[in-house]
């Protein structure tokens, strides 16, 4: 059973930084592909940020440069640093775990930036 807890969340000025954190627990972490995404209101939930098991990482076209995804296989935690946030990056973010078979997913943290 993979279970995944997002935190770090919260209200920052626009120009500000915020550091998600997923904790993962389960099985082959390590070996699993990780990633963030993101859904504001209304809108379809976007990529934004993966990272395979061996490292490789990619970015959304919108973050690349402010944003920056890692993973500590030891502490079975994914990471996401977000600096220079603009309003525009306010949404519910989440973790994902892709085993195969089925993507697992976090409950989501909310960011929130202000103008």
């Known amino acids: 059973q993979v279970q995944l807890v997002e935190s770090g969340g919260g209200l920052v000025q626009a120009g500000g930084s915020l550091r998600l954190s997923c904790a993962a627990s389960?099985?082959?972490?390590?070996?699993?592909?990780m990633a963030w995404y993101r859904q504001a209101p209304g809108e379809q939930r976007e990529l934004v940020a993966s990272?395979?098991?061996?490292?490789?990482?990619q970015y959304a076209d919108s973050v690349k440069g402010r944003f920056t995804i890692s993973r500590d296989n030891a502490k079975r935690t994914v990471y996401l640093q977000m600096n220079s946030l603009k309003p525009g990056d306010t949404a519910v973010y989440s973790c994902?775990?892709?085993?195969?078979?089925?993507?697992?997913w976090g409950q989501g943290t909310q960011v929130t930036v202000s103008s």
């Open positions: 389960g099985v082959f972490f390590s070996v699993s592909p």
């Open positions: 994902t775990q892709r085993l195969p078979g089925r993507d697992y």
């Open positions: 990272i395979t098991g061996g490292g490789n990482t």
